[in-house]
T-cell receptor, first 113, second 114 residues
């Protein structure tokens, strides 16, 4: 049981490049989320999914796309990276009921030049 | 609106001192959940505790204790006899029962000086 895994751990992009941050969980959790963490701002929700085929926007969705074709995977796509997207990105998952604890992946540190 | 406030940005204590991290929340929901997470220098987020809005009993786990008071909308976290390994950023979070969005505070950075 690996929990929540994220790849890559670190990435450098040039402005305008695209990339996908991968997130996978092996706990059969229905809910998955993406957060970004910036200094002094805590964690802010980007997008979330309540199950395969269902996604919704969080607090800061602009510049990011997501899809959820399987229960296990929830990739985050940056179509045209900007320096403002330099951040640490965390993926999280939790079981189907709202009272369950959310478990976080190890994070991806992204630098956009 | 859902909001979590951690007014203490940084705290430094000497080892073996007790320290309390404050968390104040805002919500219109009657059922909700409160969490504390620890983020050590290595960067991962470690779950510490979950408390639902109907359970106001204080909880103690080793050197950690939590004081939940609905009357003041607070969920404070106390570390007794702090250790250097407690140095980390601590986040308080709120989750509505009807949704799955978590709302995080901005975190409190705790440094325990040997």
């Amino acid at each position: 049981n690996a929990g929540v895994t994220q790849t890559p751990k670190f990435q450098v992009l040039k402005t305008g490049q695209s990339m996908t941050l991968q997130c996978a969980q092996d706990m059969n959790h229905e809910y998955m989320s993406w957060y970004r963490q910036d200094p002094g701002m805590g964690l802010r929700l980007i997008h979330y999914s309540v199950g395969a085929g269902i996604t919704d926007q969080g607090e800061v969705p602009n510049g990011y796309n997501v899809s959820r074709s399987t229960t296990e995977d929830f990739p985050l796509r940056l179509l045209s990276a900007a320096p403002s997207q330099t951040s640490v990105y965390f993926c999280a998952s939790s079981a189907s009921q709202g009272e369950e604890t959310q478990y976080f992946g190890p994070g991806t540190r992204l630098l956009v030049l | 609106a859902q909001k979590v406030t951690q007014a203490q940005t940084e705290i430094s204590v000497v080892e073996k001192e007790d320290v309390t991290l404050d968390c104040v929340y805002e919500t219109r929901d009657t059922t909700y959940y409160l969490f504390w997470y620890k983020q050590p220098p290595s960067g991962e987020l470690v779950f510490l505790i979950r408390r639902n809005s109907f359970d106001e009993q204080n909880e103690i786990s080793g050197r950690y204790s939590w004081n939940f008071q609905k009357s003041t909308s607070s969920f404070n976290f106390t570390i007794t006899a702090s250790q250097v390994v407690d140095s980390a950023v601590y986040f308080c979070a709120l989750q509505s029962y009807t949704g799955n969005q978590f709302y995080f505070g901005t975190g409190t950075s705790l440094t325990v000086i040997p």
